[in-house]
């Protein structure tokens, strides 16, 4: 089993003071959220790093519209979700797809849940943080 510090607590970056170890399919979550809300090429030493996903849903008006922003991005999060794993890697910290399970779309601002899944067949539900539009 790997393990890697849990960055996010409660909504908070709290990496110093946390002591909490995340691994499984708690820490595929975690990366998964990571990925997708960091913009494709916004990493100096790792362009290739990131997705799609936020520079096409700040157009977004409809679920249609979100849907379609994070099938476009799904490519990008296998792509880099495989990156670091290996055949030692536990199948439920390693990517297989994830599902929207709800689009809440208030005003200027959309929060996203999805169900991520693991090769292992696991799943965790995750919540992004509220995005704005436009």
Do not use: W
Request: aromatic content about 4%.
């Amino acid at each position: 089993m790997s393990k890697d510090m849990l960055v996010i607590v409660r909504g908070e970056c709290d990496l110093l003071r946390s002591r909490r170890l995340v691994s499984g399919i708690r820490k595929l979550g975690q990366q998964f959220i990571i990925e997708l809300m960091t913009i494709k090429g916004s990493m100096k030493y790792f362009p290739e790093r990131g997705t799609s996903f936020l520079p096409r849903l700040k157009q977004a008006r409809t679920e249609a519209d979100v849907l379609i922003a994070l099938a476009v991005a799904n490519k990008e999060l296998k792509r880099n979700l495989r990156i670091g794993t290996t055949s030692r890697t536990p199948k439920d910290e390693r990517y297989k797809d994830a599902s929207v399970e709800s689009i809440e779309l208030v005003d200027t601002s959309v929060v996203i849940g999805f169900v991520v899944r693991s090769v292992a067949g696991t799943t965790i539900r995750v919540t992004a943080p509220p995005i704005m539009l436009g």
